[in-house]
């Protein structure tokens, strides 16, 4: 059964850092892309960002590029988001997602329940 | 603003069959497959169908996706009461090089 498990979120002050992890089991964490997407409260999905099964191609949104940086470790299978300068409309809840195969273009087929980040003074 | 475009909030009868659309672009849509997720209130999305017509194992027959030119559609037959839930399309962005998502439509059942 495929597992993906965030953790990392809370409440933090504009412009400071936050890192999220992603642990997955149930697969093949190697094989297949994996993505950020978040939800803020209310509102709908938005794609952060992706990376390929070995790292080789990685994209952000344009809304958290220069600020956030996505990293993977197959052999720990897990996912990282590193997000620096944080501002306000950063709060959201971060979903880890599984790609359907090795290439980001495939799509999102198993999502974790998500952790919250909360950007605030 | 989403980059998808998907029509506000709809509800529907048990029984009826709804439809959903989602209108992109030559950059996503039109060049690109169309996939939906289903997000039930307070819980993580699913898949519901990729490719633009294909069904994941476990999703129901009732749920059926087509895509034309440049928009697409997720259509619901024999509405259920656990239906009730935001419909969301995705598609690839060859200019902007990541997913872009619909607004998401939530239907309620009455």
Redesign the interface.
């Known amino acids: 059964e495929v597992q993906l498990v965030e953790s990392g979120g809370g409440l933090v002050q504009p412009g400071r850092s936050l890192r999220l992890s992603c642990a997955a089991s149930g697969f093949i964490f190697g094989g297949f892309a994996m993505?950020w997407?978040r939800q803020a409260p209310g509102k709908?999905?938005?794609?952060v960002s992706?990376i390929s099964s070995n790292s080789g191609s990685i994209?952000?949104?344009?809304s958290v590029k220069g600020r956030f940086t996505i990293s993977r470790d197959n052999a720990k299978n897990s996912l990282y988001l590193h997000m620096d300068s944080l501002r306000a409309d950063d709060t959201a809840l971060y979903?880890c997602a599984k790609g359907?195969g090795s290439s980001?273009?495939f799509?999102?087929?198993?999502?974790?329940?998500?952790t919250l980040v909360t950007v605030s003074s | 603003q989403s980059v998808l475009t998907q029509p506000p909030p709809a509800s529907a009868t048990p029984g009826q069959r709804v439809t959903i659309s989602c209108s992109g672009s030559s950059s996503n849509i039109g060049s690109n497959s169309v996939n939906w997720y289903q997000q039930l209130p307070g819980t993580a999305p699913k898949l519901l169908m990729y490719s633009n017509n294909q069904r994941p194992s476990g999703v129901p027959d009732r749920f059926s996706g087509s895509k034309s030119g440049t928009s697409a559609s997720l259509a619901i037959s024999g509405l259920q009461s656990e239906d009730e839930a935001a419909y969301y399309c995705a598609a690839w962005d060859d200019s902007l090089n990541g997913w872009v998502f619909g607004g998401g439509t939530k239907l309620t059942v009455l």
Not at chain 1, 44 to 47: A, D, F, I, Q, Y
Not at chain 1, 107 to 114: F, I, R, S, V
């Open positions: 993505h997407v709908g999905l938005e794609w992706g994209g952000y949104a344009d979903y359907g980001a273009q799509a999102c087929d198993y999502w974790g329940q998500g």
